[in-house]
């Protein structure tokens, strides 16, 4: 529930009013105003009416939040937030290109991949030390040393980085070595992990799983945020569906959806989202398009040689040329990219 | 099978052998060029093999169809086709805008709104005359009455027109009353009307139907054309899948893997497609940037007097503030609009 | 909505109600009952309303049809219904086996697997004459040759028939020459094929869409009983989803579902259900312990030799034992079967 | 791939191949016969192909293992595997009832519901210490304390127990208090829960994700088993598609199929699969036919009051009525029962 304060309401008013909620059991929500100081009281709304704050001398009025996900909600936070990936802002103003290979495969390999998606746009460096594959006899990721290289890689090129966590026990160093959390697909229900994730502060990408709805999606994003971590990205990736041609299906219905509903930045993966080289330039400027926040784009010094997902990642040419392409789609959304670039 | 003759291959030479493809039970293709001429022969490869043109002197190379679907994939036509709905040519450097309200209700409702969708840009005017309900209780069309109220509108505001067919037996009235089929989701494998459609020279939108494969819709084009009527459209309006937040899945890889595979023009339905309001207006946007050749729309004078579909139908004013959007997205993805609309 | 008149009530009274609906342009019902007579009355709630059924003296009580559907409901008929398919019942205490060849190939092939599978206990059979086909280069059926193939096998071996319409066009042939059409998944709301069959009396057996809803399902036949004709049966078999292991995935709690909500007879179709022969045994099991009133199963004569789908056809052999170990299934569901074919 | 060794090879041949295999870094897998030894080799195929065991004087063929999945694959181990879940065997000639409430809410509650669920016939009690729910304001279960409740009611009752672990760091609880882990569908690619289960030899239920298809689920089999837990039974629990009027839907096809190609015991749950409370007894008999080694289904002391999944749960009366149903679906299934009932 969202309980708006009188003008004249003081902080003490409002402190008091805290005080009782949190006492009830419930979760308190601090947001002070320029006019007037709103308070937001999350949990059993039974709990909730037996406060009574409707007949509290200082509230002006409550406001039910009526979506099962509240603290990512619009209704609770109308302003699109913003969060810092190291150095490289997301959502707002700005569009933020993500990109990198699968997999991190050697220092050489991300070095050269670094430089040239770098050299194109991104500013944050995407690459996978450990590795979530269905079978347990493929390649399972460098683990920690991919960390480390990750982290020197990104010092030496100047980007920011994310890469994958899995287990709650790497928590420590992928905070350490990397700017930004990936939870995958297959974890976005791992409510152990987004608890995990959420007791630290580290910017958090959060996948959309391969047949979550947007409202579990949201809900996923909610257990990170109630658990204290504001700082959460969503990630549409494509869904399961009964198609072929395409290795997922790219829900942008979802990334508006999600825009409408959610302060939070949403990010497109064209990569994951088609499975199809040829498919991952159109879907990106769709992305655009629908009004996400930025692009998460794999890309390979040699995609012939990539240990994994060849068949989706980019060459350096390839994603050269993409992102001269998606110039006038970002500007045509009102974000600003190329001023970035060019400044860079 | 394409064969590719010499340049030395006369006239005679390729009748020739159009003539031995027809004599063996399989389709002929005649493809004159300016440096050589191209002949394509459709059906049972064994047959084919059996006629050994990979021996006779004036044929270069032969090249098999990999795909399914034949006549509609560029491995035979590479170049892009272009369509006239009416004086609207569809595919191209053209982008087209087709809308209108889902049925038509009265002579005034489809005036009043083709004046206004006309007013922002849209050049084809669409509405039901016969409507596919789910369930035999619900509104079914105003059917001729509707088809001669739609020719009159037509004329009168200026604009070609398109409406649904269901029936063989309203065929000749369908296209006697309106510029262009179109076949709804529910019947794209009713071979009976592919067929029937098939045997005319008039415009077709072929819409996807509900669960269908990419190839699948491709090969109910390619009934069409096969049956002698090559001005086919495919519609991408949405797919069923898990997710309830939205009506259908759009699923604009489908557009970017046909626009690669298909010659065919593709017009994006983003109505259908989302069945939420708010949502029309970004995957609107979306369709133009994954290269759609047009979009088709749901608009109404009074959204919520609207018979069917109320949710998903924009006013008067929210159609016109995104036509005007529209357009940068427009000039970004390479296609003309602006000048068209500014000239008329 | 149900009007249940009190035990007074005469023939007049009901005819008086029943003409009363009539002339408000809704669809009436008479359902004359040993106790008590019942008028259902179909269409506009609004204009029922209007009517003040409530207020009649000889009425008892009023009951909502809560479902979309009304006819099939078992909210209008709460008794299941028995369908005659020729001389054969299907519905209530007997269990029906339909089996046959995927399409008619030749007298000789039809005739010895209808020996086959009439010996194995099957009283149905089926086949196709008119296949819809995927591909415009598939084989498209024997057409009008093939019903006249299927009649006289019918009638020398002793079994009724059942093959597909897919064209309004065939309806008089189809119906001259077998007991029972069957409209397929691809047909399933092709409602010009829906209401064409309404308007006979003939058998129906109803195939539920790749992507429909069971309650799209309902109301497809919901169609074919409003126009007249109340000798539907549905059948399950397979809907799309994501899993590629099997053709398709037989929905059973379909089966369980409409058993419970309609009172028309529901038939299992294991062999498109699954699309692999060794599954198509489990799966008929699993179909009689469901709940189901008959089975139709693919059966060749030759499986190796089929037309089309050859993966799923089982032989003579396979038929012949998947038969006899149903059985017991058969008689723990309480039918009755192995007594009529004793007896035969 | 499968080395199968001559009637004449010796112990110590065996052995001397296994270390070659175990040098290479591959999976070596001893399984000796009455007549003949066969070894298991499980890795790069490359590698092994390079060790030219085709080669060796003691060896009579290779075979390759076509599946991706290996150690649960019918091609390495043709015979079912019977697993212990404490005194109950799962697989084999034997059918097993696995029952209780979705979540522990009381010793009371789950005493009660023991008792019921014994007197009809399970000998495995199921019950949520630790629950997965997709709002993080909704009840998360009891934790230890629930675990310490389902260990003191097991023995009261004599049933042997199963509940869900989500957290690694639960291990040693859930192993200590209960008889079987279940991993939730949520966490069926947790590869992080998966591999600590393996290095344990605790009987594990792995319930299929919601979108997992046939050949992930085997894969995540692998996963427990190939890191050293042989003690794996796969849970169908329905997946998700676009039918709404059930809460998932059951596929009994997947049952069937991992029937044939795997050696480990299948386990139905038609409480989950179907959500709906009257087709969770259709469901089961139809488990049964289609030739799962058990069941595992929701029943709860008072539906009505159960603090989640009320919609399923079955009453004391209802299930002991399913009970009696069962049985003659059980023996027709060629499996023992009643007896073991009649003896307890």
């Not at 030496?156 to 928590?171: A, F, H, P, S």
């Not at 959304?333 to 400044?343: F, M, P, V, W």
């Amino acid at each position: 529930m969202i309980i708006i304060l009188k003008p004249t309401a003081t902080e003490a008013d409002a402190q008091e009013i805290l005080a009782q909620i949190e006492k009830a059991g419930l979760k308190p929500l601090h947001m002070p105003g320029v006019e007037r100081t709103v308070i937001g009281a999350l949990g059993d709304e039974r709990i909730l009416q037996s406060l009574h704050f409707d007949n509290h001398p200082q509230v002006e009025h409550l406001k039910p939040v009526l979506s099962k996900y509240k603290l990512v909600s619009r209704e609770i936070y109308p302003h699109d937030t913003v969060i810092d990936v190291g150095n490289t802002p997301v959502g707002g103003d700005q569009f933020t290109i993500m990109a990198g290979p699968c997999a991190i495969e050697s220092y050489e390999q991300l070095l050269e991949t670094a430089q040239q998606v770098k050299a194109s746009g991104a500013t944050v460096l995407r690459g996978g030390a450990f590795k979530p594959r269905t079978s347990p006899y493929s390649f399972q990721g460098l683990g920690v040393e991919g960390l480390k290289i990750m982290e020197q890689v990104g010092k030496e090129v100047g980007m920011d980085t994310i890469t994958e966590i899995m287990d709650v026990n790497d928590l420590d160093d992928v905070a350490r070595y990397t700017s930004a959390f990936q939870i995958g697909a297959r974890n976005m229900q791992n409510y152990t992990l987004l608890k995990a994730v959420g007791e630290t502060k580290h910017p958090v990408l959060l996948k959309r799983g391969l047949s979550a709805t947007i409202e579990e999606l949201l809900l996923a994003a909610e257990y990170i945020v109630a658990t204290g971590n504001p700082n959460v990205m969503i990630c549409e990736r494509g869904i399961r569906t009964f198609e072929t041609a395409t290795r997922n299906t790219l829900d942008l219905n979802a990334v508006a959806f999600i825009k409408e509903k959610s302060h939070l930045p949403v990010i497109v993966d064209p990569s994951h989202g088609t499975g199809v080289r040829t498919l991952v330039g159109p879907m990106a400027k769709a992305g655009v398009a629908c009004g996400a926040d930025g692009l998460i784009i794999e890309s390979h010094r040699n995609p012939r040689e990539s240990v994994s997902d060849a068949a989706q990642a980019l060459s350096a040419d390839d994603f050269s040329q993409l992102m001269q392409q998606l110039v006038p789609f970002i500007k045509a959304s009102g974000r600003t990219y190329q001023e970035a670039l060019d400044a860079s």
